[in-house]
């Protein structure tokens, strides 16, 4: 009976023991794993960041792009000489950039099981493509293309409205009541006083290419001088505003809508616009940034939006 409780006893040390260990096991999985998990975390925030800033430097200079991006690596509190491996480059035509990072993962409690570290490694995509939806901030004026390639001065938004002849007798390319605003959402309206608020503040609603809108005849000038004193005051005496491109202004009043076709960044300036009228003046840019969507099979009207896409 002795020799029973014995064994007995000898058999529950062994299984204790062997218990032991496994749960020394399980627990250095936990902890190591949630390490790793940390890092992964870390890491992939700071490459999703570089990806984002070398963005906004493409398509025009990888170089820049690709110091940008390696800055805001080192930035986010990865040391570049403490990863095992990382990589940036260009793709599509340089409208895209990649940011590729590996770092190595030191265990606590897996060493005693024979594993004393691991590579946790992450990758991040980001674009700067012409913009196929704005977020919001478009502002009420409609221009064709044609329109973007003149320089100088331009005209936005005309008096008297359309509808006659030109000076050598063709159509007006704006048609009858329309002076070159057109109807975009500001917190559920796009006519009347909504139009003082867009020009001010910008619409409030996502647009699209693709989207069809009306023109808004009977523009009135108090409405006008309201929006750009608003933006003036607000933005300074110079502001690039950006406006939607649409495929005709050739329509009497809102009898038909008209399409988006794309963006276009317009510069405006107080001192070319005073005093206020119906007639609102400046130029257009050849690029600017946007909040919105970017579409790299789009076609580059020179608005262009950056986005994380991996």
């Known amino acids: ?94 409208k895209k950039i990649v940011v590729e990072a590996t770092y190595r993962v030191d265990f606590f409690f897996a060493k005693v099981l024979g594993k004393d570290s691991a590579d946790v490694s992450v990758r991040a995509a980001a674009i700067n493509a012409p913009t196929e939806k704005m977020s919001d901030g478009l502002r009420p004026f409609g221009v064709l293309y044609e329109d973007t390639k003149k320089s100088g001065l331009v005209h936005l938004q005309i008096n008297p409205p359309g509808g006659d002849k030109d000076k050598d007798g063709e159509p007006d390319e704006v048609g009858p009541g329309n002076t070159g605003t057109v109807g975009l959402d500001y917190n559920g309206k796009d006519t009347g006083n909504a139009i003082e608020d867009a020009i001010h503040y910008g619409t409030t609603k996502a647009y699209s290419v693709g989207d069809f809108i009306n023109t808004e005849p009977g523009v009135s000038g108090g409405n006008m001088k309201k929006g750009l004193e608003g933006l003036f005051d607000d933005y300074g005496d110079e502001v690039i505003i950006t406006i939607p491109i649409v495929n005709t202004l050739g ?34 840019v050849d690029y600017v940034l946007a909040t919105g969507v970017g579409d790299m099979g789009g076609t580059d009207y020179g608005v262009r939006s950056v986005n994380l896409v991996e």
């Not at 529950?12 to 902890?31: D, E, K, P, T």
């Not at 317009?266 to 257009?284: A, S, T």
């Open 1 to 94: 009976m002795k020799t029973k409780i014995l064994n007995e006893r000898g058999s529950a040390i062994i299984f204790i023991a062997i218990s032991m260990v496994v749960l020394i096991g399980f627990g250095a999985l936990a902890v190591d794993v949630g390490l790793m998990t940390y890092h992964k975390g870390k890491l992939q925030n700071a490459v999703d960041a570089a990806a984002l800033a070398g963005a906004h430097e493409i398509p025009e200079s990888t170089t820049q792009g690709g110091s940008v991006a390696q800055e805001y690596l080192a930035n986010n509190g990865e040391d570049v000489a403490s990863l095992v491996s990382h990589n940036i480059y260009f793709e599509q035509s340089n």
């Open 251 to 284: 329509v009497a009043g809102r009898s038909e809508t008209v399409k988006i076709i794309g963006f276009a960044g317009f510069r405006v300036r107080k001192g070319d616009n005073l005093p206020y009228g119906k007639i609102v003046v400046g130029e257009f």
